[in-house]
């Protein structure tokens, strides 16, 4: 599975890590696992870095759009990207652009910079 998470309920944290080819599905049932174990309003750290440009551009605004219709149906929390490599970074730009939605978002080079960025965002309700 080229999308391994872990949902932490006492922290309302997700953490995720995309290694190897990563496909549209993979995304989404990464986003229909979240949002089934009730994690799709929780602070998310999502780390790429290791994944090569399988996405296209039209994929990555194709799933940011997805996170726009799932803002739309209820609360999506903060996401911070760990993007080290200059490729992952500007694909999580090109989604970060298209996933235009009332929530922080940011790109960091950085797992640390990203962790500390999340830790001071608040935690959802509920």
Known sequence: MPVHWTISHAKRLVVAVAKDEVTVADIEKY?????????????????????????????LRALGERVVLYAQHGQIGPVAIVA?????????????????ARRPLAIFRE???AR?????????EG
């Open 116 to 124: 500390h960025w999340l830790d001071a965002q608040p935690l959802p």
């Open 84 to 100: 080290a490599s200059d490729e992952s970074f500007a694909q999580a730009q090109t989604f970060a652009a298209a996933a235009s």
């Open 111 to 113: 797992l640390h910079a």
């Open 31 to 59: 986003f229909a696992g979240i949002t089934t174990d009730g994690a799709m309003s929780y602070r998310k750290i999502f780390e790429i870095t290791h994944t090569p440009s399988v996405l296209t551009e039209a994929n």
